[in-house]
């Protein structure tokens, strides 16, 4: 319910720039109710500044600032459903491609030398810290870093060649040739 005396210069404000308003919602809104909707919502939120609102210097700066909160916040708030229909699949049987090299993984890990196969395990596999790593084995940090890049570059080497793995044109995994 609005306040009973509405302060002038709210009104002439509205009357000024109502109907670009409404143009600016109606390009970004496909349902022109949603758009008188979102519309009625900023008039609230004019009215509701009352008397403060006369104390603004550019009005129609101020409504479209608040406006594109308000269409900000409407669209966040949107849940969009998309049927899928009862033939969609629930679930990906596939696994992709990336995770598919476990197996391929582990093998070439087994394969590797002990002290490349360690550090890829404890830093890699079981999450320990370089840091740490290199504490444990009586290392500097940078001598860590290294035996675990030179190890790493050994087992991508040869899951490349075991596993025939191929890279789309971003370097991703894009398959291979399990054996």
């Known amino acids: 319910m609005l306040p009973d005396m509405t302060p002038v210069c709210i009104l002439s404000a509205w009357d000024a720039h109502e109907q670009e308003l409404l143009a600016f919602l109606r390009a970004r809104i496909a349902d022109p109710h949603d758009a008188d909707d979102v519309l009625q919502d900023l008039f609230l939120k004019l009215v509701l500044q009352g008397h403060a609102f006369c104390e603004v210097r550019n009005p129609r700066?101020?409504?479209f600032s608040v406006l594109r909160n308000v269409l900000t916040d409407r669209l966040r708030t949107a849940k969009t459903f998309i049927d899928l229909g009862a033939d969609m699949p629930l679930e990906r049987d596939e696994k992709p491609p990336i995770a598919q090299l476990e197996e391929c993984l582990m093998r070439n890990l087994a394969q590797l030398s002990d002290e490349d196969r360690n550090v890829v395990e404890q830093c890699d596999l079981h999450g320990q810290t370089q840091a740490r790593?290199?504490?444990?084995?009586?290392?500097a940090l940078s001598a860590a870093k290294s035996r675990l890049l030179r190890a790493r570059q050994r087992l991508r080497k040869q899951i490349v060649m075991n596993c025939q793995v191929r890279f789309d044109e971003n370097g991703q995994v894009c398959c291979h040739v399990p054996r």
Request: glycine content about 10%; aromatic content about 20%; hydrophobic content about 50%.
């Open 133 to 139: 790593y290199a504490e444990q084995h009586g290392l």
């Open 61 to 63: 700066a101020w409504l």
